[in-house]
């Protein structure tokens, strides 16, 4: 079964799709698994791209049908989210305020001026530093942000964390694993294992779908770069059944397609351990492949502790999916001293 969700939901388009998927034929040689990546963070053409760019297309186009005129989303100081959906009023014209809470207590006095926040400015949004604590409830300093709008006259559209917990917000990752299908007939493989990390949910709630609806079945493995597996684990399984819903799936989603591997997140949400710096500087030496501490060095670091201790048997063929997060990297210079 294929998901023809073009067909059914408006989209307005703003990446460079497919994105590209490559082999990493140093790391799969240090590793003894044969590792490509899906290169998500260069494809979106926006503000150096991510993941939330293939799921805000589908939101863009309910913004606009609706007519609305300001974007209204939250995230961290450093969130990528926020950058893209920044970039996505920019290019549609809208205005855009963003609520950038303290999730990561990251000691460094210009965390809130480099990075994403720096590039959310550049590109026009407002960007309101209140509320604190990483959660994916609806928080107040949002509904504070969306009321502030409405009483300036605006019409806002509001985006929740991570595009996620969001009617739409699975499809962008359900669409995605269709796209997988074709690159994989396209190169003449098969990946058994998908690695992902996973925060809020619809990235890794898409894919479950997506894949779900395939014949062939593949491991996919979401690693919580939460710190909080069963928050993130109740995300992903409420978001994932809401899209299967919506979609037209037809089966119920089982518990166990939901693999969320609490090991590789770190001390807490936003915050690398010696694990992540080490995948980040792996990756970078070997394939100047850049990743991120928040999520990407985490999700790395699980797939490299996997393959090591034979979780990923050898030989086996593992995609890598990267979801973005490289400008966060000068905001966490200290940790590469």
């Known amino acids: 079964m294929s998901l023809d969700l073009d067909k059914e939901f408006p989209r307005r388009r703003l990446g460079f799709w497919p994105s590209p998927i490559h082999p990493l034929p140093r790391l799969s040689q240090a590793l003894g698994v044969e590792v490509w990546a899906k290169r998500d963070d260069i494809s979106s053409g926006l503000a150096f791209g991510g993941n939330k760019v293939r799921k805000l297309e ?4 309910d913004a606009v049908a609706k007519g609305c005129d300001t974007l209204v989303s939250i995230g961290n100081v450093q969130s990528n989210h926020t950058r893209q959906v920044a970039a996505v009023a920019a290019v549609l014209g809208m205005r855009c305020r963003l609520v950038q809470e303290e999730w990561t207590r990251w000691d460094d006095p210009v965390y809130d001026k480099v990075g ?17 604590g990483y959660s994916t409830a609806i928080k107040e300093t949002f509904e504070h942000a969306l009321e502030e709008v409405r009483r300036e006259g605006g019409k806002p559209y509001a985006i929740p964390a991570g595009a996620s917990d969001h009617p739409l917000g699975g499809l962008g990752y359900a669409q995605f694993a269709d796209e997988v299908v074709t690159q994989e007939r396209e190169h003449g493989i098969f990946f058994d294992t998908v690695v992902t990390a996973t925060c809020t949910g619809s990235t890794q709630a898409g894919m479950v779908v997506g894949f779900g609806a395939q014949q062939k079945r593949r491991r996919l493995i979401g690693i919580d770069t939460a710190a909080n597996a069963a928050m993130t684990r109740a995300a992903v399984s ?4 809401a899209t299967a819903a919506l979609v037209g799936l037809n089966r119920e989603i089982r518990d166990e397609e939901i693999i969320v591997d609490p ?7 936003g915050l690398p351990d010696e694990a992540t710096i080490a995948a980040i500087r792996m990756a970078a030496r070997l394939e100047a492949m850049l990743t991120d501490p928040v999520y990407e060095g985490k999700s790395l670091a699980g797939l490299i ?21 490289a400008p966060v990297l000068s905001a966490y210079h200290k940790a590469f001293v």
């Open 305 to 325: 502790a996997m393959a090591r201790s034979g979780e990923i048997p050898k030989g086996a063929r593992v995609l890598y999916v990267h979801l973005g997060g």
């Open 116 to 132: 994403n926040i720096l590039l959310s400015r550049l590109m026009g949004a407002e960007t309101v530093l209140e509320g604190a």
């Open 58 to 61: 589908w939101l863009a186009a």
């Open 263 to 269: 090991r590789f997140a770190g001390p807490d949400y």
């Open 238 to 241: 409420k978001i994932a059944r």
